[in-house]
């Protein structure tokens, strides 16, 4: 019915840039907030960022003045990029979506497959 896909994971050196990607398609009415979470090796997920649909955002606050969300809304797409890398933001990284299908109108959240992000150094 819907469906997020992630992309833009990689390998990348500590204090280098990356930009993750995602998009829903599918049967949507309509989409609320959209965010993105992670989950690194022996921890549990946590919320990295998140955007309203009106543009308002959310931040971890580890990630505060590194990473920055954005949304384009006539793409249904959520990106993060991330500047500044540490070894510390290493973990699959999961896209997030709070929405409403369009053909039962009921309320749905919908997670994405999670895209690896490696730091080296």
């Known amino acids: 019915q819907v469906q997020l896909v992630e992309s833009g994971g990689g390998l990348v050196q500590a204090g280098g840039s990356l930009r993750l990607s995602c998009a829903a398609s599918g049967s949507i009415f309509n989409i609320g907030i959209m965010g993105w979470y992670r989950q690194a090796p022996g921890k549990q997920r946590e919320l990295v960022a998140t955007?309203?649909?009106?543009?308002?955002?959310n931040y971890a606050d580890s990630v505060k003045g590194r990473f920055t969300i954005a949304r384009d809304n006539t793409k249904n797409t959520v990106y993060l990029q991330m500047d500044s890398l540490k070894s510390e933001d290493t973990a699959v990284y999961y896209c997030?979506?709070?929405?409403?299908?369009?053909?039962?109108?009921?309320?749905?959240?919908?997670w994405g497959q999670g895209t690896l992000v490696t730091l080296s150094s």
């Open positions: 955007i309203s649909s009106g543009g308002t955002t």
């Open positions: 997030n979506a709070k929405l409403i299908v369009r053909s039962t109108m009921s309320y749905l959240e919908v």
